[in-house]
């Protein structure tokens, strides 16, 4: 599935992944080649990376090849793993959920050290052994790492190690929800010394245009269903109250949609998120 991407200051693509899924589907890194390679500003994003199928050493060259090919335009989006039983029919080791987590910390700074020009990299833990492998390329910019989390102790971790936060599907986790989750992330930031405004925070959004909301909004929605301006009005919201700054339309690639939605609701929702951040005095 490719998502259109759209944040308060710039427009990119998300690519899902389904690897596990029933249905064929291609690899990240063939469309993410196909969707950075005829454009110049459009950033490519993965929404995510399952980690156990992937060594985090091989991960980290390839997303650096990636950036590279794309003169910087590339972040990666990373999880435990959500499907571990299928991962494993696969090839992946057996974890569990927990296990999953603990590799995923692990995973990190394996990938930063590979792109910061460590010349030999070095890794005792209990799920990724290093002696001494070698990294490179260098990717063109510092690629980011986002880390889709649903549940308390990923919730954490983005808070503490991650510059991102790949929030569930708004079906799964609605904005009540996806509230709490901005709350374990901030405090588990401000545990680490870190400034939770530091984290970009993006959410994963079903729905559609129609000529009327079936219902007025509510933070119990589980997709936006509306006209232009109820799309503005809640995605507003979403950014100004429950903390997201960049929004990803999980629709099928309508170009209608996408054109509609680029031209009716971003510019509004940026202004307006402009204009109330001004007016309290903030740029987060």
């Keep these: ?38 454009t110049e500003r459009i950033r490519v994003f993965h929404a995510v990376a399952n980690l156990p199928l992937r060594p985090p050493a091989v991960l980290a060259k390839a997303a650096a090849t990636l950036d590279l090919l794309s003169g910087g335009r590339f972040e990666l989006g990373l999880g435990g793993g959500g499907f571990l039983d299928a991962a494993h029919a696969m090839g992946a080791p057996e974890l569990t959920s927990g296990e999953s987590i603990d590799a995923l910390e692990e995973a990190i700074p394996i990938l930063r050290a590979s792109w910061d020009g460590t010349r030999s990299l070095r890794a005792d833990g209990n799920h990724y052994r290093l002696s001494g492998a070698h990294p490179g390329p260098s990717p063109a910019h510092q690629i980011g790492i986002w880390l889709g989390a649903a549940k308390p102790r990923a919730l954490a971790l983005t ?8 929030a569930p599907l708004m079906n799964y986790v609605p904005p ?41 909004a509510s933070d119990s929605d589980d997709a936006i269903v509306g006209p232009p301006e109820h799309w503005v009005e ?16 999980a629709t099928p690639p309508d170009p209608d ?28």
Aim: cysteine-free; overall charge neutral.
């Design 159 to 166: 808070g503490r190690l991650a510059d991102g936060w790949v």
């Design 234 to 249: 809640v995605l507003t919201h979403l950014a100004l109250d429950i903390g997201f700054d960049t929004f990803m339309l």
């Design 1 to 38: 599935m490719t998502l259109a991407v759209i944040t308060v200051t710039k427009q990119g693509i998300a690519l899902g992944e389904r690897i596990l899924a029933a249905e064929p589907e291609a690899v990240l890194y063939v469309p993410a080649k196909y969707g950075l390679s005829p």
């Design 257 to 284: 949609f996408l054109t509609r939605f680029s031209e009716e609701v971003a510019p509004q929702v940026r202004e307006r998120v402009a204009a109330a951040r001004a007016k309290g005095g903030t740029t987060a």
């Design 176 to 216: 009540a929800e996806a509230a709490e989750g901005q709350a374990l992330i901030d405090a588990a930031a401000r545990d680490a010394g870190r400034d939770p405004r530091e984290i970009r925070r993006i959410y994963n959004m079903p729905g559609g245009f129609a000529a009327q909301a079936p219902a007025p």
